[in-house]
């Protein structure tokens, strides 16, 4: 049990040390998939294999390790966890294969996800399945809190709101892949006041999760969620205004409705 609480004291504090390290590195080099796809970064793979085999992680660990907590048949501790492999099966399963029937084959032969953006990401989920597991099946107080009833519909309101919103864009994205003809202007909805709503709904959705969980695991993960995620909406932003000048809305922010 030392070795445990060990690991999962030290992968605890390697989820917070690289997070500034990223927001650093994704403001000046993107990652090089969608639409700053770019040659240098050796293979590629079949973007929704990609997305299907990085994301796995989030699943399959999860179940793994899950039954091993103290807690681990706690109803607390298995409606807490719901949420998370909830959102996972979603992006690891569903939107891979939406993203393959709906993407046009003409685009999709040319558009290959870096293997090595594959494994980073892989990797960065590995590291936080464990975390979040581990923390929602052994190392969480449920018998201690007595406002975790209170704190867990609080938090899933806002990580559903977040979930619907990261889905509905993910679908307006998707299915302007499958007009094809190149990249278009999103309109509609949350599009008209930022440029990434994708990216602000999941962050919501991990503000929501960190609200349930209660801890340094799910506070480290939004604040990672968020140091990834900010910088490419800021780099989207730029791209849609180099891409489309005068036609791209003006008042449309990068993430954060009417402030940023």
């Given at each position: 049990?030392?070795?445990?609480?060990?690991?999962?004291?030290?992968?605890?504090?390697?989820?917070?040390l690289i997070g500034p390290p990223t927001f650093i590195?994704?403001?000046?080099?993107?990652?090089?998939?969608?639409?700053?796809?770019?040659?240098?970064?050796?293979?590629?793979?079949?973007?929704?294999?990609?997305?299907?085999?990085?994301?796995?992680?989030?699943?399959?660990?999860?179940?793994?390790?899950?039954?091993?907590?103290?807690?681990?048949?706690?109803?607390?501790?298995?409606?807490?966890?719901?949420?998370?492999?909830?959102?996972?099966?979603?992006?690891?399963?569903?939107?891979?294969?939406?993203?393959?029937?709906?993407?046009?084959?003409?685009?999709?032969?040319?558009?290959?996800?870096?293997?090595?953006?594959?494994?980073?990401?892989?990797?960065?989920?590995?590291?936080?399945?464990?975390?979040?597991?581990?923390?929602?099946?052994?190392?969480?107080?449920?018998?201690?809190?007595?406002?975790?009833?209170?704190?867990?519909?609080?938090?899933?309101?806002?990580?559903?709101?977040?979930?619907?919103?990261?889905?509905?864009?993910?679908?307006?994205?998707?299915?302007?892949?499958?007009?094809?003809?190149?990249?278009?202007?999103?309109?509609?909805?949350?599009?008209?006041?930022?440029?990434?709503?994708?990216?602000?709904?999941?962050?919501?959705?991990?503000?929501?999760?960190?609200?349930?969980?209660?801890?340094?695991?799910?506070?480290?993960?939004?604040?990672?969620?968020?140091?990834?995620?900010?910088?490419?909406?800021?780099?989207?932003?730029?791209?849609?205004?180099?891409?489309?000048?005068?036609?791209?809305?003006?008042?449309?922010?990068?993430?954060?409705?009417?402030?940023?």
């Amino acid at each position: 049990m030392a070795s445990d609480q060990s690991l999962f004291h030290h992968s605890l504090l390697a989820l917070f040390l690289i997070g500034p390290p990223t927001f650093i590195s994704c403001l000046f080099l993107q990652a090089p998939y969608g639409k700053h796809r770019r040659p240098g970064w050796g293979p590629t793979i079949y973007p929704p294999l990609a997305w299907f085999l990085m994301e796995s992680p989030t699943l399959w660990l999860t179940l793994l390790i899950f039954p091993y907590g103290l807690h681990s048949s706690n109803p607390k501790s298995l409606v807490l966890i719901s949420p998370f492999l909830f959102h996972y099966f979603h992006r690891t399963c569903i939107y891979p294969l939406r993203l393959h029937s709906n993407t046009a084959r003409r685009n999709a032969a040319g558009a290959g996800f870096p293997v090595v953006v594959a494994v980073m990401g892989f990797g960065f989920n590995v590291l936080n399945a464990y975390l979040q597991a581990r923390w929602v099946s052994q190392y969480k107080d449920y018998e201690g809190d007595g406002w975790f009833w209170w704190r867990f519909f609080g938090g899933l309101v806002v990580f559903w709101g977040g979930m619907a919103v990261n889905m509905w864009a993910d679908r307006v994205l998707v299915g302007l892949k499958k007009e094809g003809g190149g990249y278009k202007v999103p309109r509609g909805g949350w599009f008209e006041l930022v440029s990434c709503p994708n990216y602000l709904g999941e962050m919501v959705e991990w503000l929501g999760w960190a609200v349930m969980t209660w801890s340094w695991a799910g506070l480290g993960f939004f604040l990672y969620t968020c140091a990834n995620l900010v910088p490419r909406a800021r780099a989207n932003h730029r791209w849609y205004l180099e891409k489309f000048g005068e036609d791209y809305p003006k008042a449309r922010k990068v993430i954060i409705p009417f402030l940023y």
